[in-house]
C-alpha cells in the first residue's frame, strides 16, 4: 500500500520538473523510478479541504506531521498530489477507528507501507503464506 502520494515526505520545490517519482516505499535499494511525461496537476490547499471536509488548519497540521505530502508553488502556497483526499481519509479512519493520536498515525502508515513493500516482494518471488494477508 502506498496511500501516501509519491516523493521525499516533506515541503520542497513546486512545479513540474524532471525529478523522479519513486513506485515504492523507498526501503530498497533498488526501488524503480518512473519520470511523469505530462504534468500532474496540483491541488490547492483549499481544494483538498473541500474534497477530505477537513479544516484548511488541519490539513497543515498534517503536512507538518509528515502525514501528508505537499510541496510550495512559486507563491510559497501549498499544493497537494491529487492523491492526497484519500490519504486524508485514511489518516482519519485510522484516527477514528482505532483511537490512535496523529503522531502516532504516522508510524502506523509507515508500518503499513513496508508490510505492503514486503508482500509485494513476497508475491513478486512467488513464495505464498499458508495464512491469507491480512491486509
Not at 6 to 23: E, L, Y
Not at 88 to 117: F, H, M
Given at each position: 500500500?502506498?496511500?501516501?502520494?509519491?516523493?521525499?515526505?516533506?515541503?520542497?520545490?513546486?512545479?513540474?520538473?524532471?525529478?523522479?517519482?519513486?513506485?515504492?516505499?523507498g526501503i530498497t535499494a533498488s526501488t524503480a523510478v518512473r519520470y511523469a511525461l505530462v504534468p500532474v496537476p496540483k491541488l490547492s490547499l483549499a481544494a483538498v479541504a473541500l474534497r477530505s471536509g477537513l479544516h484548511p488548519d488541519l490539513i497543515?497540521?498534517?503536512?507538518?506531521?509528515?502525514?501528508?505530502?505537499?510541496?510550495?508553488?512559486?507563491?510559497?502556497?501549498?499544493?497537494?498530489?491529487?492523491?492526497?483526499?484519500?490519504?486524508?481519509?485514511?489518516?482519519?479512519?485510522?484516527?477514528?477507528?482505532?483511537?490512535?493520536?496523529?503522531?502516532?498515525?504516522?508510524?502506523?502508515?509507515?508500518?503499513?507501507?513496508?508490510?505492503?513493500?514486503?508482500?509485494?516482494?513476497?508475491?513478486?518471488?512467488?513464495?505464498?503464506?499458508?495464512?491469507?494477508?491480512?491486509?
Open positions: 500500500m502506498n496511500d501516501r502520494p509519491a516523493g521525499g515526505g516533506g515541503i520542497g520545490r513546486a512545479g513540474v520538473s524532471a525529478r523522479p517519482v519513486r513506485t515504492g516505499a497543515r497540521r498534517f503536512v507538518a506531521l509528515g502525514l501528508v505530502d505537499a510541496e510550495r508553488d512559486s507563491a510559497g502556497r501549498l499544493v497537494f498530489d491529487p492523491t492526497a483526499p484519500a490519504v486524508l481519509a485514511r489518516v482519519q479512519r485510522l484516527r477514528t477507528g482505532l483511537c490512535l493520536n496523529y503522531a502516532s498515525i504516522g508510524l502506523v502508515l509507515d508500518l503499513l507501507d513496508r508490510i505492503s513493500v514486503l508482500e509485494a516482494a513476497l508475491r513478486r518471488a512467488g513464495t505464498r503464506s499458508e495464512t491469507p494477508p491480512w491486509t
